[in-house]
């Protein structure tokens, strides 16, 4: 092992943290990287440069930093947190002032160039009506008005999310040659309504499942 992955491992070790090196990549680091690590034992380069070595080698997605070996946690303002593995990139969050709603997404980056990229998001919103049930009635209705028969409700259940009672919706939307599939769990905490979704093109989705699920049973709310 090469002294530059030694350092980062004591380090990040001592800090709490795990790592993982992406063997795909190990081989082809630049030398330059490889010479950093001894131009900073020698003094010859300040820790803040050494750091933006390393930094660089996390963003090129060389070493993966994370509680969970090759993940992270995406938070929203310390309400709630989900995670983000590897492969998945977070977008800027998305407020709609209008509809009082604020949503957090992840996109697959081997998706992000296709016509509808694989997504999962986390959305907060007022409710509407007394309860979670007329919230659905009223959503329900305004996807009729808007979608019609392009979309399919094909499953709903009862579901427990985070110790709450939500539902889980199946849905397929095909409009023209595009065909979207998802799925949604969602409940009512403290008068607001949470939706945790996943959605991609119908071809791609059995493709991503496993993965979209395994990220959304790690949502949970933040005390």
């Not at 070493?63 to 938070?75: F, K, P």
Request: glycine letters at 8%; proline letters at 2%; zero cysteines.
């Amino acid at each position: 092992m090469n002294t530059w992955v030694i350092l980062i491992i004591v380090g990040v070790t001592l800090s709490g943290l795990s790592i993982s090196v992406a063997s795909s990549q190990s081989d082809a680091i630049p030398d330059w990287i490889k010479s950093a690590a001894g131009w900073w034992a020698d003094d010859s380069i300040s820790d803040a440069d050494y750091l933006a070595n390393i930094q660089w080698l996390v963003d090129e997605g060389y070493i993966t930093l994370g509680a969970g070996g090759d993940s992270s946690v995406m938070m929203r303002d310390s309400v709630y947190s989900i995670e983000k593995p590897y492969g998945w990139e977070r977008q800027i969050p998305y407020t709609d002032e209008l509809g009082q709603s604020t949503r957090d997404s992840l996109v697959h980056v081997d998706t992000i160039e296709n016509e509808i990229p694989t997504i999962i998001s986390v959305t907060i919103s007022g409710i509407m009506g007394e309860d979670i049930d007329e919230h659905r009635e009223w959503g329900t209705s305004l996807i009729q008005e808007y979608l019609g028969d392009a979309f399919n409700h094909t499953r709903v259940d009862q579901a427990i999310i985070d110790g709450n009672t939500g539902y889980v919706d199946e849905y397929v939307v095909t409009i023209f040659t595009y065909g979207l599939q998802g799925i949604s769990y969602s409940f009512e905490h403290e008068g607001l309504i949470y939706e945790v979704k996943y959605e991609s093109d119908v071809g791609d989705y059995d493709t991503y499942l496993g993965e979209a699920e395994h990220i959304i049973q790690s949502f949970q709310l933040e005390d």
